[in-house]
């Protein structure tokens, strides 16, 4: 994730699914990240979207937080099929 500018969207891939990182600048300075989870096939859920979980000081860490929220999501779906 290094390289990418402040607040533009980065895209993970993760156990077959997308994952879009958005994150967005607060007033105050803080940072928060948009996540949005893409699933393909036909027995697809729809795209699930939430935000890291807190306030960061950085664009870099509020990605992060979100990534590991939307990795987690992923992975309990896994363990419930």
Not at 20 to 27: F, N
Request: glycine share 12%.
């Amino acid at each position: 994730m290094d390289g990418n500018p402040n607040g533009c969207p980065t895209l993970e891939n993760y156990e077959g699914r997308q994952i879009v990182l958005t994150p967005s600048q607060r007033d105050g300075g803080t940072w928060m990240c948009e996540y949005v989870i893409i699933e393909f096939g036909p027995t697809a859920s729809p795209s699930t979207t939430g935000y890291s979980e807190g306030t960061f000081h950085s664009s870099n860490e509020a990605r992060m937080a979100a990534l590991v929220t939307a990795k987690t999501i992923v992975n309990s779906r896994a363990g419930s099929r």
